[in-house]
């Protein structure tokens, strides 16, 4: 076993070939001896060990990841998540915690690139401008907004374009996400496009620019921790809403409120927070977080961590297909005997559905189709279930991987390589030990 101290995902970066040695004695058939290191490694025997691709991490492994155990984040009205970062504060949901249909808003996973604004006295009086390539520029304050087009309420994805970036190889910049960068909440707002249709945009509009009051971490006045923005049709679909509640309650100040975007099946960080402008504009926005390699995916491989090649980056767009195993936590124990275990998550694919999800417990070799329900609405994460047969007790790793309907599935580890690790979707992997 590696030292507590030093990760096997890192020992396996730093020093390959010693890892393998480590984990399974040598390179080559898991059997005999490596075999059997291997299986006291994970604290059990492993039934399918034969199907077990040589060089995989065991997942019970990997995930042990670092030395310290994870920082729950402590604030009222939040679970337990896990805290990636403090400052901007970065949390995310283990995946275990996302069972619920709709995401409780205290279970809902934070991503700040700057500070939270000060709470006004009035939500009611917090202005939106709307300005730019418009006929009509529009100053708006809450109230006015509510009144004045009609309310919507849907349920609808929430997820950060760098979920699953813990995956890539060699790692990518930036918070080390797994699975947890979702939520699907259900938002109450108005359409953007029917604001947009009053301010009246030209022709020459092309693209938005979020702006919010949140201030920089430098505490430069003036300064955006953040400004995104999408094409002017995304803007104008009519599931992206500016939203004034979550989960029937005003939306919390950790999570943009009194106002935010959301812009569902595309990066999260299009779905601006503590919103206060939006410049229309003639040409694609520019703002922090539009250049270099932010948001950005190869439009072909790249070498992984080779030199950048600008013309092969384009901005990332619609989420790719994505699973989550939710009803079982990772290095769970069950009881000796357990022969069947039910398994259920959710399942999204940004702007497609989801078409098929299937589930292995032998490492990919079989793999057997779940029930999938259909969204409530467009946008919405959809629910599947299943239950799996355990031949015998001993270790065992279920995997789930999701199907869209363009018939792209999610990989076995994460490809499609890029500096700042986005769309990084492979197969969500949790490791169960039937105790022997
Ligand atoms: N104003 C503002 N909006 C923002 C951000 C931010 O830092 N400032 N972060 C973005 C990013 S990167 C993500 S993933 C989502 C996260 O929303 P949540 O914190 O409600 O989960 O908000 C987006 N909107
Ligand atoms: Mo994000």
Same mark, same amino acid.
């Given at each position: 076993?590696?030292?507590?101290?030093?990760?096997?995902?890192?020992?396996?970066?730093?020093?390959?070939?010693?890892?393998?040695?480590?984990?399974?004695?040598?390179?080559?058939?898991?059997? &005999?001896?490596?075999? #059997? %290191?291997?299986?006291? =490694?994970? !604290? @059990? /025997?492993? *039934?399918?060990?034969?199907? +077990? $691709?040589? &060089?995989?991490?065991? #997942? %019970?492994?990997?995930? =042990?990841? !670092? @030395? /310290?155990? *994870?920082?729950?984040?402590? +604030? $009222?009205?939040?679970?337990?998540?896990?805290?990636?970062?403090?400052?901007?504060?970065?949390?995310?949901?283990?995946?275990?915690?996302?069972?619920?249909?709709?995401?409780?808003?205290?279970?809902?996973?934070?991503?700040?690139?700057?500070?939270?604004?000060?709470?006004?006295?009035?939500?009611?009086?917090?202005?939106?401008?709307?300005?730019?390539?418009?006929?009509?520029?529009?100053?708006?304050?809450?109230?006015?907004?509510?009144?004045?087009?009609?309310?919507?309420?849907?349920?609808?994805?929430?997820?950060?374009?760098?979920?699953?970036?813990?995956?890539?190889?060699?790692?990518?910049?930036?918070?080390?996400?797994?699975?947890?960068?979702?939520?699907?909440?259900?938002?109450?707002?108005?359409?953007?496009?029917?604001?947009?249709?009053?301010?009246?945009?030209?022709?020459?509009?092309?693209?938005?620019?979020?702006?919010?009051?949140?201030?920089?971490?430098?505490?430069?006045?003036?300064?955006?921790?953040?400004?995104?923005?999408?094409?002017?049709?995304?803007?104008?679909?009519?599931?992206?809403?500016?939203?004034?509640?979550?989960?029937?309650?005003?939306?919390?100040?950790?999570?943009?409120?009194?106002?935010?975007?959301?812009?569902?099946?595309?990066?999260?960080?299009?779905?601006?927070?503590?919103?206060?402008?939006?410049?229309?504009?003639?040409?694609?926005?520019?703002?922090?977080?539009?250049?270099?390699?932010?948001?950005?995916?190869?439009?072909?491989?790249?070498?992984?961590?080779?030199?950048?090649?600008?013309?092969?980056?384009?901005?990332?767009?619609?989420?790719?297909?994505?699973?989550?195993?939710?009803?079982?936590?990772?290095?769970?124990?069950?009881?000796?005997?357990?022969?069947?275990?039910?398994?259920?998550?959710?399942?999204?694919?940004?702007?497609?559905?989801?078409?098929?999800?299937?589930?292995?417990?032998?490492?990919?070799?079989?793999?057997?189709?779940?029930?999938?329900?259909?969204?409530?609405?467009?946008?919405?994460?959809?629910?599947?279930?299943?239950?799996?047969?355990?031949?015998?007790?001993?270790?065992?790793?279920?995997?789930?991987?999701?199907?869209?309907?363009?018939?792209?599935?999610?990989?076995?580890?994460?490809?499609?390589?890029?500096?700042?690790?986005?769309?990084?979707?492979?197969?969500?992997?949790?490791?169960?030990?039937?105790?022997?």
């Amino acid at each position: 076993m590696p030292k507590a101290e030093r990760g096997i995902n890192e020992l396996y970066r730093d020093d390959p070939e010693r890892a393998d040695a480590v984990v399974f004695g040598r390179r080559g058939l898991l059997k &005999g001896v490596s075999l #059997a %290191a291997m299986g006291a =490694a994970v !604290g @059990a /025997a492993i *039934p399918f060990a034969a199907r +077990m $691709p040589t &060089g995989l991490i065991p #997942a %019970a492994l990997a995930q =042990a990841g !670092g @030395a /310290a155990a *994870p920082k729950m984040l402590s +604030m $009222p009205g939040k679970a337990g998540l896990v805290v990636l970062q403090d400052r901007p504060l970065v949390c995310e949901t283990p995946e275990h915690m996302l069972d619920d249909e709709v995401t409780p808003n205290d279970k809902f996973f934070i991503r700040n690139n700057g500070g939270v604004p000060d709470a006004p006295a009035d939500p009611k009086a917090w202005k939106i401008k709307v300005d730019g390539e418009v006929n009509t520029p529009l100053e708006l304050n809450l109230g006015e907004i509510e009144q004045r087009f009609p309310a919507v309420t849907l349920k609808l994805q929430l997820e950060c374009g760098g979920n699953g970036r813990a995956g890539f190889q060699p790692e990518a910049r930036g918070n080390q996400w797994s699975n947890g960068a979702i939520g699907c909440a259900e938002y109450t707002g108005v359409r953007l496009k029917d604001v947009l249709a009053a301010a009246g945009p030209k022709p020459s509009a092309v693209y938005t620019a979020h702006v919010g009051a949140d201030p920089h971490l430098s505490g430069q006045a003036g300064q955006l921790s953040i400004s995104r923005g999408v094409r002017l049709a995304k803007a104008m679909d009519e599931h992206t809403i500016i939203a004034l509640r979550m989960n029937g309650q005003p939306l919390p100040a950790i999570h943009g409120g009194p106002v935010r975007l959301v812009v569902p099946g595309w990066p999260g960080s299009a779905s601006h927070k503590w919103l206060t402008r939006i410049w229309i504009r003639d040409k694609e926005h520019d703002g922090p977080g539009m250049t270099g390699t932010s948001y950005r995916v190869t439009r072909k491989p790249m070498i992984p961590g080779g030199k950048v090649d600008d013309a092969n980056m384009t901005i990332l767009e619609s989420m790719p297909v994505r699973s989550i195993i939710t009803s079982v936590a990772h290095g769970a124990e069950l009881a000796a005997g357990t022969r069947k275990l039910p398994v259920r998550g959710h399942a999204w694919a940004g702007e497609l559905a989801v078409s098929q999800v299937e589930v292995s417990v032998d490492y990919g070799a079989t793999w057997k189709k779940a029930d999938l329900r259909a969204p409530s609405n467009k946008f919405a994460w959809q629910r599947w279930s299943t239950e799996v047969d355990l031949p015998s007790d001993g270790y065992y790793e279920i995997w789930a991987k999701a199907t869209d309907a363009s018939g792209r599935a999610q990989p076995h580890v994460v490809g499609n390589w890029n500096p700042q690790g986005y769309g990084g979707n492979a197969f969500h992997r949790v490791a169960v030990l039937v105790k022997a």
